[in-house]
C-alpha cells in the first residue's frame, strides 16, 4: 500500500458488535483516515489473501497501515483510534498498557461476539 492510501481495517462483517464497531469509526473519521473492508465482501477476501503468515487463522480485526504494516486484535483497535477525531484519538493511549494484557481483554470480549 502506498502512503496515498488510507489505513485499512478489515473487520468481520458477519458480527454484529465488529459493524457497530466499524460504525463507531466512519462516523468519528471526518477525515477518511481509515478505510473500512468488510473480511468477507470481495475486497476483504482479496486483501486477506496477502496476510502476513503470523496472522494467518487468526480471527480478529485488522488494521493495514500505510505502509502496509499489519496490526492485529488491541494493536489494530487502539491504533484506529490514534486516528480519529478528538476526544477519540486519546484512547490510543492504551498502547503504554503491555499488549499481553491488552489482548487479554480483546479475547475476553471477543468470545462475547454474536
Do not use: H
Amino acid at each position: 500500500m502506498s502512503t496515498s492510501t488510507p489505513n485499512v481495517i478489515l473487520f468481520d462483517d458477519q458480527c454484529n458488535k465488529c459493524s457497530r464497531w466499524a460504525e463507531f469509526i466512519r462516523r468519528r473519521d471526518p477525515e477518511s483516515r481509515i478505510k473500512l473492508v468488510g473480511q468477507n465482501s470481495s475486497e476483504g477476501l482479496e486483501i486477506m489473501g496477502a496476510i502476513p503468515k503470523r496472522l494467518e487463522g487468526l480471527d480478529s480485526i485488522f488494521l493495514i497501515s500505510k505502509r502496509g504494516e499489519w496490526y492485529s486484535k488491541s494493536a489494530a483497535i487502539w491504533r484506529a483510534c490514534g486516528k480519529l477525531s478528538f476526544p477519540w484519538s486519546l484512547a490510543s493511549a492504551m498502547m503504554l498498557v503491555p499488549w499481553p494484557i491488552r489482548d487479554y481483554f480483546y479475547d475476553f470480549y471477543a468470545r462475547m461476539r454474536m
